[in-house]
T-cell receptor, first 113, second 114 residues
Framework: AQSVTQLGSHVSVSEGALVLLRCNYS??????LFWYVQYPNQGLQLLLK??????LVKGINGFEAEFKKSETSFHLTKPSAHMSDAAEYFC???????????FGQGTRLTINP | DTAVSQTPKYLVTQMGNDKSIKCEQN?????MYWYKQDSKKFLKIMFS???????INETVPNRFSPKSPDKAHLNLHINSLELGDSAVYFC?????????????FGQGTRLTVV
């Protein structure tokens, strides 16, 4: 069965610093991978997705993620953090043919002024 | 225009009551879902419907009964509410089971059982 592990339930960075949120997946078949962001008291918004095309995926708000099959990873990065990036971030996996997303535990990103 | 809308946004009710949450999507998607987010923010699928047919029932107590009158609607009825049902419930939709495009989520319904 597929699963997702997000390393670090809480990440804190300074404004302007690099953001790195880690996600590792487990899947016996090539997966589809997603990053979602959840702002307080809101629903989940899709940031970006990997669907077996380019391994480096660019998303909204300056985020990008790189699919590394050898490391079974799909880490999310942003070169320069902004205060508005403070939120909960979820990595999710879907295997082909399965009609559900399996989510990681979430990582709360805090931005320090 | 809200893509996936669910009502109500907040729901406070007593143990033992029956309540419903409604969900509608105007994206023309063929698959709809209910997810539960617990107090630790963990998200878990409850149900998945494709073209009004139940595809996934993820070991949810039978007090929870989803109903999909058409492709654009998926409602969730909960009988005999328990304290442990308190959570945020998210409706979502996708096309073709979300194979490539991911799922679009509603704003959530925060259910508090007292």
């Amino acid at each position: 069965a597929q699963s997702v592990t997000q390393l670090g339930s809480h990440v804190s960075v300074s404004e302007g610093a690099l953001v790195l949120l880690r996600c590792n997946y487990s899947s016996s078949v090539p997966p589809y991978l997603f990053w979602y962001v959840q702002y307080p008291n809101q629903g989940l918004q899709l940031l970006l997705k990997y669907t077996s095309a380019a391994t480096l995926v660019k998303g909204i708000n300056g985020f990008e993620a790189e699919f590394k099959k050898s490391e079974t990873s799909f880490h999310l990065t942003k070169p320069s953090a902004h205060m508005s990036d403070a939120a909960e971030y979820f990595c999710a996996v879907r295997i082909q043919g399965a009609q559900k997303l399996v989510f990681g535990q979430g990582t709360r990103l805090t931005i320090n002024p | 225009d809200t893509a996936v809308s669910q009502t109500p946004k907040y729901l406070v009710t007593q143990m033992g009551n029956d309540k419903s949450i409604k969900c509608e999507q105007n994206l023309g998607h063929d698959t709809m879902y209910w997810y539960k987010q617990d107090s630790k923010k963990f998200l878990k699928i409850m149900f998945s419907y494709n073209n009004k047919e139940l595809i996934i029932n993820e070991t949810v107590p039978n007090r929870f009964s989803p109903k999909s009158p058409d492709k654009a609607h998926l409602n969730l009825h909960i009988n005999s509410l328990e304290l442990g049902d308190s959570a945020v419930y998210f409706c979502a939709s996708s096309q073709d089971g979300g194979q490539g495009g991911g799922a679009f989520f509603g704003q959530g319904t925060r259910l508090t059982v007292v």
